[in-house]
Each structure stands twice: as C-alpha cells, then as structure tokens.
C-alpha cells in the first residue's frame, strides 16, 4: 500500500506563516510528481502547487510569490512554505502523488488524508 501524511497545519493570524510537509511511504517504486490542493467548504478543489521529478514547479496565480514548494534530496517528501497568509488560504490542504508502485505499473494518482489550516483576520 501507498501512504501519504501531511503536517504542519494549523491556525495561524493574517500575514503569518506556515509550513506544510507530505511523507511519502509503502510500496513505491518512483514519484513522477508531488503538489498540494485545497478545498474551502462549498467550494471546488483547486490546485496550489506542484513539482516533478525533475524539480520543475507550478504554482496557482493566487499563491505565487508567498508560497514555495519544494522536495527531500530522496524525493520522497515535499513540503509548501506558506508565507503572507490570507484569510481566503483557509482550506483543507491534500497532498497529492503520481507515482509507480513497481517497474511494471502504470502510473497511479494518490491522495492524503488532508490538513487542516486556518488563516484568522
């Protein structure tokens, strides 16, 4: 089995920071990519960022220049500094995965169970 874990959330004043963190761990034979999504109550789930294998990094307009992403030198842990933030980054935050579980798979797309972060005004 593949598990992915997040941490780091929590309430935070406007302007504040925090830093999210996704361990990847189980049967997993490489990580083509690891990104963040949140989802605010009532509303879609939408993408924050996103990084490769090869360290290429997507970023949402909204969140572009306060957040940064970035992976472990082993590739399997990513993590989202989140700086500046606003009370509309309240959301649920996922991690998210495209990986191969062995030399054989296909590539499958794997889901965390999500983190809670709360930005106050």
């Known amino acids: 089995q593949v598990q992915l874990v997040e941490s780091g959330g929590g309430l935070v004043q406007a302007g504040g920071s925090l830093r999210l963190s996704c361990a990847a761990s189980?049967?997993?034979?490489?990580?083509?990519?690891m990104g963040w999504y949140r989802q605010a109550p009532g509303k879609q789930r939408e993408l924050v960022a996103t990084?490769?294998?090869?360290?290429?990094?997507n970023y949402a307009d909204s969140v572009r220049g306060r957040f940064t992403i970035w992976r472990d030198n082993a590739k399997t842990t990513v993590y989202l500094q989140m700086n500046s933030l606003k009370p509309e980054d309240t959301a649920v935050y996922y991690c998210?995965?495209?990986?191969?579980?062995?030399?054989?798979?296909?590539?499958?797309?794997?889901w965390g169970q999500g983190t809670q972060v709360t930005v106050s005004s």
């Open positions: 990084i490769t294998s090869g360290g290429t990094t």
């Open positions: 189980g049967s997993i034979f490489s990580i083509n990519s």
């Open positions: 998210n995965a495209l990986l191969k579980r062995s030399s054989l798979s296909a590539l499958g797309n794997y």
